[in-house]
């Protein structure tokens, strides 16, 4: 615990007045508990509703992968969890519609194949032998005897299951490019190898190729209830790989291979589901970048549309569509909380619980039964099930009870405020692990990244680590947030003064309203101390933390994650292509170059005296390592203390799912370089 205090030794005891410590059965939680956790994800419920399998992740004796397998459990939670399969790669279970078999993806021969397995038990055999690209998703037929296939492959590859013949000579370690997209954080610099449908009979293994073109990639197939058909969505108009927005819904015959392109509007439509008649499909569509995420459903054989949601109070992130509901639930964010919402009635309606945060629903085939993972600040992710309007919860897996019932966890407190533009946010407040409201406490304003996306009851074991290291942390949903309507998601932007074009204005809004939460925060809770405030963030909320050390000289320490330092450099070298950062600013560099410069936190280095950590890893394609180079670079010329960790190896996402080591690394450079700078710690 850390607040302000003074140490005395008497009579062979240290005394520490002012200092509450956990005892030794009851800490708080440190960055080396990572490797306890256990990780669950991906529950899928058997056609009946009886049984549930799902995914369950740990982490390697060697502290640098995470080894998963498939679990089953009853749906009436009768008896405990079981693992079904005994690989160290098992993943994406899925049951086949007659129930009788669960389908998985394997790596356990190197090469991840389609596994099959009785859901009676037995010998798990592998139905595909693909010897050349990979599975990006699949899906059962109704037949229970083929499966869809979306593979990332070359196009030219007529046959994946023939290994490619090695050359004899030796091959240049060189990649060629001429698209505007040609890499990705995920998969680096991209090749060849496009996303396209193939059909794989279990009984034979053959292979029939459906789509598959150079051009572009088919992503989230999806069959019809009687297998007559297959949704999907596409960009076919070629230019996907230049940077285009455009996404059609197409709809396939898997028995003559004609593809129809449905009569959607202009824009982005993605994401197709079937209603439960096969009659209509419901999707997610934007008319363009930065405008709502509407639910339309049409009818596939009058082409008639209708709205089924307008994106102006819930931002859809996927869509579900049971037996016996009138239009699809979608997942949405909702003010830090991730729920369940139906859209039946006149009003949307949200149906699980608003402090908590749900994640692959899944329903049985009668739409009676909903499987789901749930979590909140205090608890990971475990699988639960309700009946289909969200009612009746239970929890059916307890992997990470014991781990957590021996720390000390601290429950988010929710304040609002107004900010200067009339607009209403929330200020959320995690207390140090053994609070007491006698002492005074330091302050870590965390910053999320973004500026889409939200914070709030996920398990985030940072904060919690932070808490327990005697820290109070405070964060908000500012302006450029989701979850709190179009809007508010949209007033980050701003309109151009001398073009009139719609353009980011960060380091603005999103800036104003991180301090105003620190300064409401510090107005309402008398024992934060103003003087012991510390700042953190990752990708956007790295650029925010960068930019406020511009700003402000208000913070003790600062340490900044996978952050943006220089908008012109960084407009060159990530993974958005031109067409995205025009419409991110408005413009080019060479119609508005002050848009980036201006909005650029090394322009503006010479101001900065808060000692700054930076944390960067050399394979992000999003913020890439330059921008943490440029902003050591820039401190270091003008004498401000600071230190670079560069983590090797790692994305953007090393804060979530990194190398489990370079994972708990990065927790404890925090922790330490806060500590450091802790004048009274």
């Not at 059962?140 to 004899?168: F, G, K, Y």
Request: aromatic residues 10%; proline residues 5%; contains cysteine.
């Amino acid at each position: 615990m850390r607040p302000i205090c003074q140490t005395l030794l008497l009579a062979g005891l240290l005394v520490v007045p002012g200092i509450a410590k956990a005892d030794d059965e009851d800490t708080g939680m440190v960055p080396e508990d990572y490797y306890r956790f256990e990780f669950v994800s991906n529950p899928k419920i058997s056609p009946d509703g009886e049984m549930v399998a799902f995914v369950r992740a740990t982490v390697s004796e060697d502290r640098r992968s995470r080894e998963s397998a498939i679990w089953m459990v009853p749906a009436d939670g009768s008896q405990q969890a079981r693992q079904f399969t005994r690989g160290d790669s098992d993943r994406a279970p899925r049951f086949s519609p007659d129930g009788q078999h669960l389908a998985f993806v394997s790596s356990r021969n190197d090469r991840p194949q389609i596994h099959l397995m009785s859901t009676r038990g037995g010998e798990a055999r592998a139905v595909s032998e693909l010897a050349r690209g990979s599975i990006s998703d699949w899906t059962w037929m109704p037949d229970d005897q083929r499966i869809l296939l979306t593979l990332n492959l070359d196009p030219e590859v007529t046959d994946p299951t023939v290994e490619e013949e090695a050359s004899e000579d030796p091959e240049p370690d060189v990649t060629r490019f001429n698209r505007a997209v040609y890499k990705t954080d995920a998969a680096g610099l991209l090749d060849e190898a496009r996303r396209g449908l193939w059909m794989l009979d279990t009984e034979s293994g053959a292979l029939e190729r459906l789509t598959g073109d150079a051009e572009w990639n088919d992503h989230n197939a999806t069959v019809s209830p009687d297998g007559s058909l297959i949704a999907f969505n596409a960009d076919r108009t070629g230019s996907e790989f230049d940077g285009g927005f455009n996404q059609d819904i197409h709809l396939l015959d898997p028995e003559n291979g004609q593809v129809t392109r449905l009569d959607t509007p202009d824009g982005r439509s993605q994401g197709p589901v079937f209603s439960p008649d096969g009659r209509s499909l419901a999707y997610r569509h934007q008319d363009d970048r930065y405008e709502p995420v509407r639910v339309e459903q049409i009818d596939i054989e009058s082409g008639e549309i209708s709205i089924v949601h307008d994106g102006l109070e819930f931002f859809a992130s996927s869509l579900h569509w049971p037996t016996g509901a009138e239009t699809p639930r979608m997942v949405a964010d909702y003010r830090g909380a991730r729920v369940l919402v139906s859209v039946d009635g006149d009003e949307p309606e949200i149906l699980t619980d608003d402090g908590a945060s749900l994640a692959e629903p899944d329903f049985d085939a009668d739409g009676q039964a909903l499987v789901f993972t749930l979590e909140d600040e205090t608890r990971l992710a475990e699988v639960h099930l309700a009946e289909p309007d969200g009612s009746q919860v239970r929890q059916l897996t307890d992997f990470n009870d014991g781990l957590l019932a021996e720390k000390s966890l601290v429950e988010l407190e929710r304040f609002s405020f107004e900010n200067e533009a009339g607009l209403e946010l929330d200020g959320f407040v995690v207390r140090p692990a053994g609070f007491d409201a006698d002492l005074s406490w330091p302050v870590v304003l965390n910053i999320k990244g973004g500026p889409a996306g939200m914070w709030g009851h996920q398990w985030f074991h940072e904060f919690q680590m932070l808490a327990a290291a005697g820290y109070a942390v405070v964060f908000t949903n500012y302006r450029g947030s989701t979850g709190y309507g179009h809007d508010f998601q949209a007033a980050v932007r701003t309109k151009h003064p001398d073009n009139g074009k719609s353009g980011v204005d960060y380091g603005g809004p999103d800036y104003r309203d991180n301090m105003q939460l620190v300064d409401e925060a510090l107005g309402r809770f008398e024992w934060m101390d103003e003087d012991r405030l510390f700042v953190t963030g990752g990708s956007h909320g790295g650029f925010l933390t960068n930019w406020i050390t511009t700003r402000t000289d208000r913070f003790q320490a600062a340490v900044t994650q996978r952050s943006v330092s220089n908008w012109v450099s960084e407009a060159g070298t990530q993974a958005y292509p031109p067409r995205a950062m025009k419409a991110e600013f408005g413009g080019n560099l060479w119609d508005d170059f002050d848009a980036y410069w201006d909005r650029s936190p090394v322009k503006y280095a010479d101001q900065v005296v808060t000692p700054t950590l930076i944390i960067h890893s050399d394979d992000d394609h999003i913020t890439p390592i330059g921008q943490g180079q440029e902003w050591f670079y820039a401190l270091l010329s003008n004498d401000v203390e600071v230190e670079m960790a560069q983590f090797s190896g790692e994305g953007h996402g090393l804060s979530r799912g990194g190398t489990p080591v370079n994972l708990v690394k990065r927790l404890e450079l925090i922790i330490e370089w806060f500590d450091r700078h802790d004048d009274d710690s």
